[in-house]
């Protein structure tokens, strides 16, 4: 991921653009065995195409975009959360929100708790 700066060198104050760039890791996965290189990965470990699906699903072209990204961390939440005990007890909504992830959990005694996630990059 790469922050753009504005015209003056200076990063934005707000919602900076997040240029992605897919990098080569094959002399890393050589040397440490701990990722796989998303370009030219020599076997068949990575479905298909798996960069371009990453790309699809987390990004506008070759930026970051932030709904995408909440959308997906919205998702993961809630699968993990079916996996896990208090989902018996509790009953998570996902709410409504383009810029961050927000949840409601609530509880068989009717307590409800509210919580949001903000996602945020810096260098």
Same mark, same amino acid.
Request: aromatic residues 6%; negative net charge; proline residues 5%.
């Given at each position: 991921?790469?922050?753009?700066?504005?015209?003056?060198? *200076?990063?934005?104050?707000? %919602?900076?653009?997040?240029?992605?760039?897919?990098?080569?890791? %094959?002399?890393?996965? *050589?040397?440490?065995?701990?990722? #796989?290189?998303?370009?030219?990965?020599?076997?068949?470990?990575?479905?298909?195409? *798996?960069?371009?699906?990453?790309?699809?699903?987390? %990004?506008?072209? #070759?930026?970051?975009?932030?709904?995408?990204?909440?959308?997906?961390?919205?998702?993961?939440?809630?699968?993990?959360?079916?996996?896990?005990? *208090?989902?018996?007890?509790? =009953?998570?909504?996902?709410?409504?929100?383009? =810029? #961050?992830?927000?949840?409601?959990?609530?509880?068989?005694?009717?307590?409800?708790?509210?919580?949001?996630?903000?996602?945020?990059?810096?260098?």
């Amino acid at each position: 991921f790469i922050l753009e700066e504005d015209t003056t060198g *200076q990063l934005p104050a707000t %919602c900076p653009s997040i240029h992605v760039e897919l990098e080569c890791l %094959c002399s890393r996965e *050589q040397l440490l065995g701990d990722m #796989s290189c998303f370009l030219h990965h020599p076997d068949d470990k990575l479905p298909r195409d *798996q960069s371009s699906w990453l790309l699809r699903s987390l %990004c506008t072209r #070759s930026y970051l975009d932030a709904e995408k990204v909440v959308c997906w961390v919205q998702g993961l939440v809630r699968s993990a959360w079916l996996l896990l005990p *208090q989902s018996h007890h509790w =009953q998570l909504t996902v709410l409504p929100s383009s =810029q #961050s992830c927000r949840f409601l959990l609530t509880g068989i005694s009717s307590v409800n708790i509210r919580t949001e996630m903000i996602l945020a990059a810096h260098d």
